[in-house]
């Protein structure tokens, strides 16, 4: 928490810094003792630990000088060769050298995007709800928020169009519309093609930009992939983010973006960093080739079991009333209580109890979702899986009864 | 260069995205072709890659699971032990886990540092000249930049006091002074005890922050250790930053902030980033404790030497009515050549001949420095030192002949 006591610098602080609202993040090794499902972090168990140290000396070994170096703004050159093949073999996406710059993770690229378009009260419209980081991330720096309702097929284009509208009446236009298109965080949802189509046309009629958020792109494990807004796009509008937080590991902090070449350029100004993480863009260089395609066929494996063991356990505990999602992909299950619960003020006895979840209301920027959580099958182990949920349906239950009885 | 081309985007960006200049930004692997005392990059033959990589296969086998996961905000706890052992030891610093954060590189403090004190439009004080890094990223938020002339022992604080003074006349309170304190980027300058002392006074006497960049405090080779102002200030005034990157290596992006708990819980909320370079960061708590000391040794034996020589080779070699600073520590010599030569007009010629340098003008954020140029002898070899200064000598007795006979 923030602590209240006055400092001396206080009168000095940015518009930025007087904002501040208390910080949400949390560490990993603090979840790892209870049966946790409040944050998308990667399996543990399968994080490619040996196969890492092996590139790390192959890297080190053979470029060494340039690994311990300074790098390039835009990114290690050897990451940047391999990253465009696998945009082109896995994504559909055939970008040149000057369309893409490496970022620490997903967050880096997030950071600069906002910061590139996003003034001080200029709106920017998201999926309702979305992933917590993007609206604390536009909190910081004082952006006003509109949040589209979600479909079981993606945003509710209709409810988008009748915003945009009401804001062009009133003479604004969103400097952005926020998707993450495929296991959407933290709803699962994946935006069907008709529907990504569609958004373009939007965005080009209303002049604003789609920040198309892919995290979770390489996870699918059932369903036909859908192509890119970012590949469908015409016009030049899409800017595509992705990250191989999810995949090769979040420790290597390694995202990228694929933009139109100039805004690329200026992003190269505005990153002023000495090269993202660029040991570990060498490492990373030395292990995706030979290591991503198998290990991510594990991965889907794992999520894709972890998915089916946890929609089973909700289906077999969870009472009446209650519903969930049922992904494709990705980490993310989430699920809606009856009316009237308050999943934030529950959680503190859902960890007396020795589990976590998100509750709902993190992931709207403009309130809602008092009765929704997100679970992540992530991060738990296939055994905690049912138990957990388990746990999560005796509070529940404990709960309605309690709020009968009244 | 940024195209001038104009792109459909063009009407959505930020102040910031708007106000972009062309980027500055050197790749290390370009200046390898030629002599270059351009870039503040350290030795590539020094790099520690054998050790590193030693230091990486233990860190992923006893921390996988950690090194290959999302991180503490605040950096990963191994590092942050492991740095405050070394703050303790080295700097005199005696600082508790609240009042530091790791970050990547000293280019991430910075900018962190900005967003959290700078507005559009602020004040900013710092030594003219200074680094260029500081000057790029103060313009990309669009402040306003006031450079105090420097002295051999550091800022003139009799202009500072009188440049503080028509600010506080004019109702303006500069947001901070920053100070480079030990072997200056790019004059070499390290500034006495006295002034260091006077210099809080000053910050307290005004209301405002000392922002102390301490990136080469570990290589002095020379002189006495001097106490880090932050060490000295009494009111908690002064926020301190270095870096390990001019140490165990630029490439792993680790820097440090040392600040009151306030400054670094604030901090804690912009930094939206997954953890800093969490790999990196495993990688370097097994690396420092045991390599740290003895490679340092190493290092200031190198860049001593380095230093020498292209003392003795400006010496031997620059034309009379040249002056240049003789360091205790870190990378640079600043050169003042004869007025009325310009050394960003030279650079051309420079590298057509096989040297290059960073031309004095891109050190001052108001102009000047036209005459001047910063030479760094961390990247160019022993051996390469004598014959580029050779090269830089016969331009500027060149360009002295043609225009004494204009």
């Known amino acids: 928490m923030v602590t209240t006591e006055k400092h001396p610098l206080d009168g000095l602080y940015s518009k930025r810094g007087r904002n501040i609202s208390p ?172 529907k990504r189509k569609e958004l373009i046309e939007i965005a080009h009629e209303f002049g604003t930009i789609i920040f198309e958020d892919d995290a979770y792109h390489d996870l699918r494990f059932s369903g036909e992939k859908i192509p890119s807004i970012y590949s469908l796009d015409p016009y030049g509008l899409t800017i595509y983010t992705a990250t191989f937080s999810k995949t090769m590991g979040a420790g290597m902090r390694l995202g990228w973006l694929v933009a139109p070449k100039e805004v690329i350029q200026h992003l190269g100004v505005l990153k002023i960093d000495g090269g993202t993480n660029v040991f570990g863009s060498y490492v990373a260089a030395e292990w995706i080739p030979e290591n991503l395609p198998e290990h991510l066929t594990t991965l889907r494996e794992i999520y894709h079991r972890r998915k089916v063991l946890m929609i089973d356990a909700l289906g077999k505990h969870m009472p009446e009333g209650t519903t969930w999602t049922d992904p494709d992909g990705g980490f993310f299950v989430w699920v809606t209580l009856p009316e009237g619960l308050d999943t934030l003020e529950l959680l503190p006895r859902a960890r007396e109890m020795g589990i976590e979840y998100m509750p709902g209301g993190s992931c709207y920027p403009d309130g809602g979702g008092e009765n929704q959580l997100r679970l992540s099958y992530s991060f738990a182990s296939d055994e905690q899986i049912e138990p957990g949920i388990e746990i999560l349906a005796t509070l529940v239950k404990g709960e309605l009864m309690e709020s009968a009885s009244k």
């Open 23 to 194: 910080p949400r993040v949390g560490d990993p090794s603090q979840s790892a003792a209870m049966i946790s499902f409040i944050y998308g972090f990667p399996d543990p168990d399968s994080l490619p630990a040996a196969s890492v140290a092996d590139a790390a000396v192959r890297a080190l070994e053979s470029n060494g000088k340039w690994a311990l170096q300074y790098g390039a703004t835009m990114g290690a050159k050897p990451l940047v060769d391999v990253l465009l093949e696998k945009l082109k073999r896995d994504q559909g996406i055939d970008a040149k050298p000057e369309n893409v710059m490496i970022t620490a993770g997903g967050s880096q690229a997030v950071g600069l995007i906002i910061d590139l378009f996003v003034d001080w009260d200029d709106m920017v419209l998201m999926e309702a709800p979305t992933w917590m980081g993007f609206i604390w991330g536009l909190k910081n720096v004082g952006a006003k928020m509109q949040a589209i309702p979600m479909e079981p097929d993606g945003m509710d284009l209709t409810a988008l169009r009748s915003t945009l509208e009401e804001l062009r009446a009133d003479g604004v236009t969103p400097k952005m519309i926020y998707i993450i298109p495929n296991f959407q965080n933290p709803t699962g949802i994946s935006m069907s093609l008709a």
